[in-house]
């Protein structure tokens, strides 16, 4: 399913043409993207909710630098309230500027993901760069969450769901059950403009590990050269999980009918490539 915006994905070229295989000048190019839902052809991966009563215990919290919710349900129990991060570059920065994290830790954040801010792609005004989630037992006994959809950080306004569950999923099953994903509307900056957007986000209930898994399945296509290409979303440089941040901000780029590229923060990648088959990372096939 075509999303209706679109966006450039600024390239940084070897050798600025397509059929280059050794670097030597570089050039900037630019590429109109369309967004999809779904995970296309790539690999579907997923990161973890630690919400589940008697599950595992959440080893990193956030809430000393977490939004406060209203609206949580006080006629359930064994509640939890989380909050899904969609641009940590973002939250590190904007949490520094509101004097949420000290000098010192900032700055050895910074060494340790080789990052400069860029404020094309930050501000320092803290934007909505987060989904929340409220789950706990209603009073029949029956597990529950509710999402933050709109983002207004009340969920007196949502809708109470049951998640799917599902022991050792296959990728079959996630591909299709992923088009479920309810959408939700976050807040990104891009040309120092901050711009809201709605994107799926997609849980189910891992009965081995009780555990939530979750994503944001979609992904962009664009034109380079003649060629189609696929772009989805990466995690951090140390956990680069694909679909598990929708503010695109790091990118992996896979060009149909080439080889793969090198990716920078902030939206800016380097790209050396070829004329050779190029296979899907999820199947192996070739395009």
């Keep these: 399913m075509k999303r209706l915006w679109y966006e450039t994905l600024v390239l940084f070229m070897v050798c600025g043409g397509i059929s280059c295989t050794s670097s ?133 306004d949502d809708v109470a769901f049951e998640l799917p569950r599902v022991s050792n999923p296959t990728p079959d099953w996630i591909d299709s059950m992923a088009q479920s994903g309810v959408p939700v509307r976050i807040e990104l900056v891009s040309g120092g403009r901050t711009l809201e957007r709605e994107v799926p986000l997609w849980m189910f209930l891992e009965e081995r590990y009780k555990l939530v898994l979750y994503s944001f399945p979609y992904y962009a296509t664009g034109l380079l050269d003649g060629h189609r290409i696929g772009v989805f979303s990466t995690h951090m440089p140390m956990t680069p999980t694909p679909f598990t941040n929708p503010s695109f901000r790091r990118k992996s780029i896979w060009p149909v009918g080439c080889c793969a590229c090198s990716v920078l923060p902030c939206g800016r990648s380097r790209f050396s490539c070829c004329k050779k088959d190029f296979r899907h990372p999820r199947s192996g096939a070739k395009s």
Excluded at 90 to 95: C, E, F, I, P
């Design 24 to 156: 030597s000048a570089e050039g900037e190019v630019e590429v109109p993207l369309t967004f999809h839902r779904g995970y296309g052809p790539f690999q579907s991966a997923q990161m973890g909710l630690y919400i589940v009563p008697g599950g595992l215990p959440n080893p990193s919290g956030n809430a000393e630098t977490g939004p406060e919710f209203t609206g949580i349900p006080d006629t359930w129990s064994q509640v939890s309230v989380v909050h899904i991060e969609t641009d940590l570059f973002q939250t590190v920065y904007q949490n520094y500027r509101s004097g949420n994290i000290s000098q010192e830790a900032y700055d050895r954040q910074l060494e340790r993901w080789t990052w400069i801010p860029d404020t094309s792609y930050c501000s320092s005004t803290p934007i909505r760069c987060f989904v929340g989630v409220v789950s706990g037992l209603d009073p029949q006994g029956v597990w529950k969450v509710k999402v933050d959809r709109n983002g207004n950080l009340d969920f007196r």
